[in-house]
């Protein structure tokens, strides 16, 4: 009798260490001596995995509907933090769709960061939802170990982009032109601080020259436009290296979640300079109602007439 107590003792040790260990991994203080971007890539590689093990049959994910709508070169820490925060968004509307929970913590559209370690991070908030929405749909979670190899934060960011599809895919993009306008009201307001323009706190104030039927694919193109038109700025001004954006020839729809991902590039890249220049960045919280394409256009293009003003 004792020896069988003794056997069913050692069982239910092993079968429990599996959760223990989990447990003590999470709540591990890591410092960012701890993390590199092969960490990171590593990190977005088990959310891909993760996320693949909703379309076994690869029904889903076909070859013309998961290719992101650009890819980059040269990104720069600031940008992939940013990116990260955006599937960490996404994520999260995964997981309140099938299990009407808010799971997992959110980033604020003015957090700024810059280190490998802050994007491990917010993986890991993403992962946390998508990880409860496979356990409300019983699917099997990928378990494997992935190895780390030698990566750069522009591979880090490729990867969160295609993540970012793929979970676009899965929400049947949820993201919304009213999720959009939030990030680009917000850079908006840090364009007219950077520049010292009067009307910075006029973000709201809609003039009545709104274009009128402007498309996802509309405001995307205007977007690479901002950032291009930036980034000059940007080298010429302050000899800061920015991203190389290259729009993908796909046979898909521009849908909002892609205008989302590169409207939080541009949120790092005016973030990121109102830090160079000690600028305090705002909290933006503007309310609007009835947000179409077309509105969010209108406030990209006044960000684009800021930028006009500055360039040589």
Not at 242 to 268: F, G, H, Y
Request: glycine residues 2%.
């Amino acid at each position: 009798m004792q020896i069988i107590k003794r056997v069913l003792f050692v069982l239910l040790l092993l079968s429990i260490w599996p959760i223990a260990n989990a447990e003590v991994e999470s709540n591990i203080t890591l410092s960012a001596d701890d993390i590199s971007p092969s960490d990171v890539y590593v990190r977005a590689r088990v959310i891909e995995q993760q996320l693949l093990t909703f379309d076994p049959e690869g029904t889903r994910f076909t070859k013309t509907q998961t290719p992101p709508a650009y890819s980059v070169e040269n990104a720069q820490p600031r940008e992939v933090f940013f990116l990260a925060k955006s599937l960490n968004f996404s994520a999260k509307k995964l997981s309140l769709n099938h299990t009407n929970k808010k799971l997992g913590r959110s980033f604020a559209i003015h957090v700024y960061r810059n280190q490998p370690l802050h994007v491990y991070r917010v993986l890991n908030e993403a992962l946390k939802s998508i990880q409860a929405t496979q356990n409300t749909l019983s699917i099997v979670e990928f378990k494997e170990n992935i190895p780390k190899v030698q990566s750069s934060p522009t591979q880090v960011y490729n990867k969160i982009l295609r993540n970012n599809r793929l979970l676009s895919i899965l929400n049947q993009d949820k993201i919304q032109p009213q999720d959009v306008i939030k990030v680009v009201d917000h850079c908006y307001v840090l364009s007219q601080l950077l520049f010292e323009k009067p009307s910075a706190t006029q973000a709201s104030a809609i003039a009545e020259d709104i274009p009128q039927y402007k498309t996802p694919t509309d405001v995307f193109a205007h977007l690479v436009k901002t950032l291009k038109m930036l980034k000059r700025y940007t080298e010429s001004n302050f000899g800061l290296l920015s991203m190389e954006i290259t729009a993908s020839k796909i046979e898909r729809e521009i849908e909002p979640s892609d205008v989302l991902d590169l409207a939080m590039t541009l949120n790092a890249q005016l973030t990121y300079l109102a830090y160079q220049q000690k600028i305090k960045v705002p909290i933006t919280n503007i309310d609007r109602q009835g947000v179409s394409p077309s509105l969010v256009f209108h406030i990209v293009s006044k960000i684009q007439r800021t930028l006009e003003q500055e360039q040589p």
